[in-house]
């Protein structure tokens, strides 16, 4: 049969190729067993590509990722190159990804696990069921405003600036990603911003409580402090369903979400770009939230299940396979049922697996599944 899905893989750095690996499986998998295939391209990104390279990603790879149906990617960075110029830092590789294929809306779920409650340090009923989604703006604000740099002033004093920015478009396509997806969910947007302090923070809150009155009056809609909305987070975080907020604040807020789950090695992301009217198609690009995990690189201990989420997500979102997403995300609940955890969420009287028996133990899974 012929490929009909085209699929760009960047395993990156540190963890990443070992948990893309298992990853690789799961889609040989699907090509056998389902009624998909999945013509696979892999090229390098990040510190490994630097080292090849002399760059964090290559014009060739930025060619690929264009055409293609879907980016998945591993995970770039690590203290290796800490020195390099931050241009071809391996996290340049990344941002030119977002930037260059416009994937502005950044979906990261923070999801709690009924079998991983008490891997979190909250207590298990504040976030027992905890199923919330941070929309964030990703290829605006202060990673990209200009101006931004280090000068001089005239009288010898050096300093340094970046510039928050957002215009009007910008902050209402965003708003319209994270309605949207509430109606599909509980119904509840949350805006983060400062609009009591910074300019940019009172008129995301207009534009974004303009769109709310006129196009999603059937949305609960609030606007909250972003500040506000970190400390709300870690005391009633199941008070929110969809949090919707800047490329900044949704670094910060989306880190801190992770960590209410306890389980960053399980969380994967989204980035979406606009859909192109005459072809129907959006860039797309998954990645799990978690990093290289340079401490445990390359010893077969990292957790592949963020990347195999976050390619459940791209079936759902890229390609429309909800049955097939259905599917992995159950083969993941199968095998935390089973008591199989990787060191990252083991707790006493679990069973500790490697990377490869995880991935093992998911084919296994989805054999049963699909039997
Ligand atoms: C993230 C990361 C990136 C960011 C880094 C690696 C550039 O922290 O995806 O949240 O700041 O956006
Ligand atoms: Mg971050």
Redesign the pocket.
Known sequence: MAANKSLLILPGDGIGPEVMTQIRHVIDWMDRRRSVTFAVQEALVGGACYDAHGTAITDQTMAVAETVDAVLLGA??GPKWDDVPRQHRP?AG??RLRKDLDLFANLRPAIVFDALVDASTLKPEVIRGLDLLIVRELTSGVYFGEPRGVDTLPDGTERAFDTQLYTKPEIERIARVAFELARKRHNRVASAEKSNVMESGAYWRRVVSHIAATDYPDVEYSNILADNCAMQLLRDPKQFDVIVTDNLFG?LL??EAAMLTGSLGMLPSASLGAVDPTSGRRHALYEPVHGTAPDIAGQDKANPLATLLSFAMMLRYSFDMAEDADLVEQAVQDVLADGLRTGDIMSPGQTLVSTTQMGAALLAALDRRAA
Do not use: A, K, T
């Open positions: 770039v960075g996290e990344l941002l670094d989306s880190d």
